[in-house]
């Protein structure tokens, strides 16, 4: 079975750009949530979306959206790109909403210069 | 927003010796759970605790979750070089609508052959 899959691996875009960073979640699993994790850290909550709605949302600025699509795969857009948002992007995916227990992806490498 | 301190940082240590890894928190949770990641990948989790006072095994690995559900700890019997990774720990933040996961900043383990 196909685990979690994120496209694509890397990115480097330049400042004020705009970047969209794509998941497929494990077949049958119809939550996604990202996370942003910098370099020695661990990750931080961004988006939770179930049944393509989201549901929660993290302490992140207007910039980052996210949508979910009936396939369940989702979108992470970041707008206006600042140095700081270099970092790499999880998606996790969970069977239904009502769990934590999270299957994550390897990852998109951002890098902003 | 709920916060998990985790111990050492860093560790690194020779093949054979046993360690023991710190999550603590004022918060309770719900549910902890342990994760392990290498670099260029996403997390992998390895065990999720719910009850306080809970012991859970996985092989050399003995995950014990806090009494009051505030704490918990990663001991690993004979660590090997295989063993070497970032290790998180995460809450099970649901105080909103979305399951949300809090992570604990990692213990980088390294173990020398």
């Known amino acids: 079975d196909a685990g979690v899959t994120q496209s694509p691996t890397h990115l480097i875009k330049t400042r004020g750009q705009q970047v969209t960073l794509r998941c497929s979640p494990i077949?049958?699993?119809?939550?996604v949530s990202w996370y942003q994790q910098v370099l020695g850290q661990g990750p931080q909550f961004i988006f939770q979306?179930?049944?393509?709605?989201?549901?929660g949302r993290g302490n992140f600025p207007d910039r980052f959206s996210a949508r979910q699509f009936p396939n369940y795969s989702s979108e992470l857009n970041v707008n206006a790109l600042l140095l700081g948002d270099s970092a790499l992007y999880l998606c996790?995916?969970?069977?239904?909403?009502?769990?934590?227990?999270?299957?994550f992806g390897q990852g998109t490498r951002l890098t902003v210069v | 927003t709920q916060l998990l301190e985790q111990s050492p940082q860093f560790l690194s240590i020779q093949e054979g010796e046993n360690l023991t890894v710190y999550c603590n928190s004022s918060?309770?949770?719900?549910?902890l759970q342990w994760y392990r990641q290498e670099p260029g990948e996403g997390p992998v989790l390895l065990v999720t605790?719910?009850?306080?006072?809970e012991v859970k095994k996985l092989k050399r690995l003995t995950f014990q979750f806090g009494d009051a559900r505030k704490d918990s700890s990663l001991h690993i019997t004979a660590a090997q070089p295989g063993d070497t990774g970032l290790y998180l720990c995460?809450?099970?933040?649901?105080?909103?609508?979305?399951?949300?996961?809090?992570f604990g900043s990692g213990t980088q383990l390294t173990v020398l052959p």
């Open positions: 077949s049958g699993h119809k939550s």
């Open positions: 918060s309770v949770f719900s549910s």
């Open positions: 995460a809450g099970d933040d649901s105080s909103g609508s979305a399951r949300q996961l809090t």
């Open positions: 605790v719910v009850t306080g006072g």
């Open positions: 996790a995916s969970s069977f239904y909403r009502g769990t934590t227990e999270a299957f």
């Open positions: 979306y179930y049944e393509k709605e989201e549901r």
